[in-house]
């Protein structure tokens, strides 16, 4: 049998625990991994709580994310040798908070070895949505951007995928994330009141990219600082950023190897602040429920 964290009814914390099933086995298109990491991500709660349905059947295995080693391979699938480190999002809500999973193989790729399993984990949904947001309007090296949320799993990928493409970079996060957002190199500008009036200083011109991590009012104080509607794109809040003439997230089939691409090169550091063994899911889930992580939290199993 193997270990595995599952919600077993939709609501708050109380309806997730550990639990036990037989190891999966891939369909075609699939490939089965030993995991080794799994990183913890708002939208699992999400997920927990039912923001994405309630129709699900129960218990549901939790996870999006997660890296670890090829046990076996579904039928004519390419790419993938058993033994292989890869890294990739779990197929048919199999999970990723376990100790064995199911990866779609069109959504994973093979770890480079200068990539830590817990880094890895870190990169098919938080690397990926920090990769489409600064490439999603296709800005050229010297243009700005404003990453909103920018000490969170996200936004700080998101301001190193900038750096690397050459862009100006700002990040806008609360007082005690300064050194960590200044460490990529991006300009710091601390949240909380006050903040419209401190971003036009740092860029008076406007930025041409303002890549939202957070949503709701915070978004709609810094709209302005975009030099037009369209240069709004957020993957917290798709609905504020359309009424405002943004957009929402728009995911893109390169972005797990291109991401995974500046990580081996070592121009982008996942930055993983916590690892938490498979039996304390729950304390990582809650930590990062509570709105305020710093970097990214993985689990180990
Ligand atoms: N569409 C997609 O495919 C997709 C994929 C991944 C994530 N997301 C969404 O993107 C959002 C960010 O994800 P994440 O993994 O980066 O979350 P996270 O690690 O929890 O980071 C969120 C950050 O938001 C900041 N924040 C919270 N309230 C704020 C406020 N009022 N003003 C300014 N900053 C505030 C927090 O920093 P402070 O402590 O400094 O306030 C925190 O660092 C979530 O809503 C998530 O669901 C969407």
């Known amino acids: ?66 890296s670890g080693v090829v046990t076996a391979v579904g039928e004519g699938t390419e790419g993938f040798a058993v033994g292989d ?105 601390p949240s909380g009141a006050g903040v419209a009036g401190r971003v036009r200083e740092a860029a008076p011109e406007g930025v041409d990219l303002l890549a939202d991590l957070v949503g709701g009012e915070p978004l709609r104080e810094l709209a302005p600082a975009a030099t037009s509607p369209a240069a709004i794109v957020s993957a917290a809040d798709a609905e504020t950023a359309a009424a405002l003439g943004g957009a929402g997230r728009e995911q893109s089939a390169g972005a797990l190897a291109a991401v995974t691409s500046l990580v081996r090169d070592g121009l982008v550091d996942p930055h993983v602040t916590e690892s938490v063994p498979l039996v304390r899911a729950a304390e990582a889930l809650a930590a990062v429920e509570a709105g305020h992580s710093r970097g990214k939290t993985v689990i180990i199993p």
Not at 173 to 184: D, F, G, W
């Open 85 to 189: 480190a890869v890294l990739g999002a779990p197929a048919r809500g199999l999970g990723a908070f376990a100790e064995h999973t199911v990866l779609t193989a069109s959504r994973s790729v093979v770890k480079p070895a200068e990539i830590s399993f817990a880094d890895a984990a870190t990169l098919p949904v938080a690397g990926t949505t920090a990769y489409d947001l600064i490439h999603q309007l296709g800005l050229t090296a010297g243009q700005a951007v404003l990453v909103l949320g920018a000490g969170g799993g996200v936004g700080h990928l998101a301001l190193q995928v900038a750096a690397a493409h050459g862009l100006t970079v700002i990040g806008v996060a609360s007082e005690s994330k300064r050194v960590l957002v200044e460490a990529t190199g991006a300009a710091f500008v």
């Open 1 to 66: 049998m193997s270990t595995v964290f599952v919600v077993t009814a939709y609501g708050g914390p109380e309806g997730q625990q550990l639990s036990e099933r037989e190891a999966p086995a891939p369909r075609a298109g699939e490939i089965a991994i030993e995991v080794r990491a799994a990183g913890v991500n708002p939208a699992d709660g999400k997920r927990r709580e039912g923001a994405f349905g309630t129709g699900g059947r129960l218990p549901l295995a939790m996870g999006l994310e997660a």
